[in-house]
């Protein structure tokens, strides 16, 4: 089988040599059927002449070959590719790790790195990731030559999940058995928070409805039943049904709303906005339920005006959540601070930003609720939120209102002291 393989070997050498030398022969034959024109007598001569130049082009001595074409016939016969699959390797966009066949560690990327921590190369991959479950897909992908995947997660230091592939590397010079293998990871974790958080909100949805509907069901058959002839029980349960519809409606609205700005999120505003008299504005819509709350607003501007780029009706909407929230749930403080202010760039060729904040002096937050605050249906005390007529979207509208006008919500809170809730926004100019 050796000697078979060699004498290939070299058969597909000469062959090569012949396909480089073919100008050189073109021009030599050419020369030698001129001369046998010519010279027809002397014809035998051209011929051995050619012959002879075919010859030396088989067995014409490597080293003495130019340049590029060793570097050709290099590039061929070799096994490892020390820098073509590694320079490859190096350039996926996620983390992979290439083996040998025997799950010995021969290279890791720098993407790799980065997520799971430097590797030394010649140590078994087990000593990296002792999961199992992955040892199982090397395992599978050696035995079979083929690719082998799974889906893995990782708990610590945080949940993420992976598409963990085994892949063989065919080599043109390599046995039938691949020698070498990649290990990739493919990063699941935004794709399957985004699955989680929609079904969180389907069922928080459904609940949210499902609730109000029971009740209304229930008042129902109790005015249908035993409440039939009791004009006093009818009149209490048809206020509390249509404190129950109030509440659906406020909760569809809501949902509504969410909708329709995640709809034109990627579209930036156009319009241009005086933030000071929109704040004005608010304030004054706002002046019957802090009355009713005992709460006193009070309002700082820096500026008369206030100009930046931004949709009205939506930055109403932003202002108006956090106000009203900052008054029911900020109640025991008796007032809310409304503040708007110039914040100057770092360079003077840059425009300034405006950052607009609510601050109320009641219970304050806990610092374990501050980074879920803007999730939907999240809610920091469930029994308070619904005496409060809230539907747990509010602030889930205000992010996602503000990500569209490219700013942020910063939340800030110590617990007996208020709440700040704040957002910049940059100068029109």
């Not at 010279?39 to 001569?45: I, S």
């Not at 075919?54 to 290099?74: D, Y």
């Not at 350039?91 to 799950?103: N, R, S, V």
């Not at 893995?152 to 080599?171: C, D, G, H």
Request: charged share 25%.
């Amino acid at each position: 089988m050796a000697d078979t393989n060699a004498a290939f070997e070299n058969d597909r050498r000469r062959i090569s040599r012949l396909v480089q030398a073919r100008w050189l022969l073109f021009a030599g034959g050419l020369l030698c059927i001129l001369f046998a024109w010519l010279e027809p007598q002397r014809a035998p001569f051209a011929l051995g002449g050619f012959v002879a130049l075919v010859g030396v082009a088989l067995f014409f001595p490597r080293r003495t070959l130019s340049a590029p074409v060793r570097g050709v016939m290099a590039s061929h016969n070799q096994v490892w590719p020390d820098t073509s699959i590694k320079a490859i390797t190096e350039a996926l966009g996620y983390p992979a790790y290439i083996l040998d066949a025997d799950a010995v560690l021969r290279h890791t990327n720098a993407r790799a790195e980065q997520a799971f921590g430097p590797a030394r190369a010649g140590d078994p991959i087990s000593y990296k990731f002792r999961r199992p479950e992955i040892m199982r897909l090397i395992d599978e992908a050696v035995a079979s030559g083929s690719r082998a995947e799974l889906e893995y997660n990782e708990q610590v230091p945080q949940e993420r999940w992976y598409a963990v592939s085994v892949s063989p590397i065919p080599l043109a010079s390599a046995s039938r058995r691949p020698a070498f293998f990649l290990l990739s990871f493919f990063d699941l974790t935004e794709a399957k928070r985004s699955e989680q958080m929609r079904s969180d909100f389907i069922a928080n949805a459904s609940h949210e409805l499902r609730t109000p509907l029971a009740s209304l069901r229930g008042f129902i058959e109790t005015i249908q039943g035993p409440a039939a002839k009791d004009p006093e029980t009818i009149t209490k349960f048809l206020g509390l049904m249509l404190e129950q519809a109030e509440r659906m409606s406020r909760l569809i609205d809501d949902l509504l709303s969410l909708s329709r700005i995640e709809m034109k999120s990627h579209m930036r505003p156009q319009g241009v906005v005086d933030l000071a008299e929109l704040l004005r504005q608010v304030i004054n819509m706002l002046e019957p339920l802090s009355a009713n709350l005992g709460v006193k607003i009070t309002l700082s501007l820096s500026d008369k005006k206030l100009p930046v780029r931004g949709d009205r009706d939506e930055l109403i909407q932003v202002v108006e959540n956090l106000v009203e929230n900052a008054c029911k749930y900020g109640q025991s403080g008796g007032k809310v601070v409304v503040s708007a202010n110039r914040v100057p760039a770092g360079s003077s060729s840059l425009p300034g930003q405006i950052e607009v904040s609510i601050r109320d002096f009641g219970p304050g937050i806990a610092a374990e609720h501050l980074p879920r605050l803007t999730e939907r249906f999240y809610r920091v005390d469930v029994a308070s939120s619904r005496e409060k007529q809230g539907t747990g979207l509010g602030l889930a509208i205000v992010k996602h209102i503000l990500n569209r006008h490219s700013s942020r919500l910063a939340v800030s809170s110590v617990p007996g002291e208020g709440a700040t809730f704040a957002f910049r926004l940059p100068i029109e100019r």
